[in-house]
């Protein structure tokens, strides 16, 4: 009976652990079911909607929408989802992780509206803020266009990599 009681412990404290774990290898749902509901229309018939959003659903989309695949760089041993594209770090212009954590616990709401505002600020800016002639993140989504591309933040890969030599 002791063999059983073990097994079912055992089995217990190891499902709770792979839905904690589970749980925090998702850095920010809010952000990417918020982006989605500003920007990806799954019903889409119009080409460029419809080209977004199989973009944004596709392996390449999802959450590379505002991060960087660490996998493809070359510095092995980053973390996942620690280093943003120029869209990522765009909306961090207008809230940032802890500030929307924060807000969320206070009041979801809020928070949410506060994340959907920061979205669509971000959109307005041009995707080279250095060249007038840029098009606007959302300018690139209304073309069909991941707004990321897909280049490291050096702020951001310098910190992931501190991060990760700090071990």
């Given at each position: 009976?002791?063999?059983?009681?073990?097994?079912?412990?055992?089995?217990?404290?190891?499902?709770?652990?792979?839905?904690?774990?589970?749980?925090?290898?998702?850095?920010?749902?809010?952000?990417?079911k918020?982006?989605?509901?500003?920007?990806?229309?799954?019903?889409?018939?119009?080409?460029?909607?419809?080209?977004?959003?199989?973009?944004?659903?596709?392996?390449?989309?999802?959450?590379?929408?505002?991060?960087?695949?660490?996998?493809?760089?070359?510095?092995p041993?980053l973390?996942?989802?620690?280093?943003?594209n120029?869209?990522?770090?765009?909306?961090?212009?207008?809230?940032?992780?802890?500030?929307f954590?924060?807000?969320?616990k206070?009041?979801?709401?809020?928070?949410?509206?506060?994340?959907?505002?920061?979205?669509?600020?971000?959109?307005?800016?041009k995707?080279?803020p250095?060249?007038?002639?840029?098009?606007?993140?959302?300018?690139?989504?209304?073309?069909?266009?991941?707004p990321?591309?897909?280049?490291?933040?050096?702020?951001?890969?310098?910190?992931?990599?501190?991060?990760?030599?700090s071990?």
């Open positions: 009976m002791t063999k059983y009681a073990t097994a079912i412990l055992t089995l217990l404290i190891a499902t709770t652990l792979v839905f904690s774990a589970k749980r925090t290898a998702f850095a920010l749902p809010d952000y990417k918020e982006f989605f509901n500003i920007y990806v229309d799954k019903t889409a018939t119009e080409a460029n909607a419809k080209a977004f959003a199989e973009a944004a659903n596709a392996k390449t989309g999802k959450c590379f929408v505002c991060h960087v695949n660490v996998k493809k760089l070359d510095e041993g973390k996942s989802k620690s280093v943003r120029n869209y990522g770090k765009a909306i961090t212009q207008f809230i940032d992780k802890d500030s954590k924060a807000m969320k206070e009041d979801k709401e809020k928070a949410m509206a506060a994340l959907r505002e920061a979205i669509e600020k971000a959109g307005g800016l995707v080279d250095n060249d007038p002639d840029s098009p606007t993140f959302a300018e690139l989504i209304e073309s069909g266009k991941l990321g591309d897909g280049k490291p933040d050096p702020d951001d890969l310098e910190k992931a990599k501190a991060a990760r030599d071990k």
